[in-house]
């Protein structure tokens, strides 16, 4: 056989080879993929508050507010309290709060029966600085009648001189 021949035959089983040595890929399918779950939409928080809030949100918790000795006028320390409340009733116009003054035993029973009131229509305005409505609060004035403490003592005169805020519809 001549060169040229061979050249051909070895080029020829060459390709042969080349094309039996093909590799083939098997492909395998994509994993199933799980159905889309749906969801319900999650509760949008508005930012109002709601009736179970009197119990679990720490300001609104807090429900009385204290006075300094022959004072009336609301201190520093409680304004966030009350504007807490201010909010809940814009956020609740349904909402009814009673606001009972009241006073220590010192005083005259006329005396503290009005600054137990003036306590109360203290915070009263304070409420409705915070955007409450003054149909929805009720001003009652206890004087010295409903103590906290008994005893005849400076700490305990500062207990009773407050305004409880009392929510009777929430």
Request: charged residues 30%.
């Given at each position: 056989?001549?060169?040229t021949?061979?050249?051909l035959a070895?080029?020829?089983?060459?390709i042969?080879?080349?094309?039996?040595c093909?590799?083939?890929v098997?492909e395998?399918?994509p994993?199933?993929t799980?159905a889309?779950v749906?969801?319900a939409?999650?509760?949008?928080?508005?930012?109002?508050y709601?009736?179970?809030d009197?119990d679990t949100d720490a300001?609104?918790?807090?429900?009385?507010?204290?006075f300094?000795l022959?004072q009336d006028?609301l201190?520093p320390?409680f304004?966030?309290?009350?504007?807490?409340h201010?909010?809940y009733?814009?956020d609740?116009p349904s909402a009814?709060?009673?606001?009972?003054?009241?006073a220590d035993?010192?005083?005259?029973?006329?005396?503290?029966q009005a600054?137990?009131?003036?306590?109360?229509?203290a915070?009263?305005?304070?409420?409705?600085a915070?955007?409450?409505s003054s149909?929805?609060l009720?001003v009652?004035?206890?004087?010295e009648?409903?103590?906290?403490c008994?005893e005849?003592n400076?700490?305990c005169?500062?207990r009773?001189?407050?305004?409880?805020?009392?929510y009777?519809?929430?």
């Open positions: 056989m001549n060169t021949a061979r050249v070895l080029s020829m089983l060459s042969a080879v080349l094309a039996g093909k590799k083939t098997k395998t399918p994993p199933p799980p889309p749906t969801q939409p999650a509760p949008v928080d508005d930012g109002k709601k009736p179970e009197l300001c609104l918790k807090q429900r009385v507010v204290y300094d022959d006028s201190k320390e304004q966030a309290i009350v504007g807490c201010g909010k009733l814009v609740r009814r709060v009673t606001l009972e003054g009241n035993e010192r005083g005259s029973r006329d005396y503290n600054l137990g009131e003036r306590r109360g229509n915070v009263s305005s304070a409420l409705q915070n955007g409450a149909t929805q009720t009652v004035s206890y004087g009648e409903r103590p906290v008994t005849s400076e700490e005169w500062a009773n001189r407050r305004v409880e805020i009392v009777t519809a929430k």
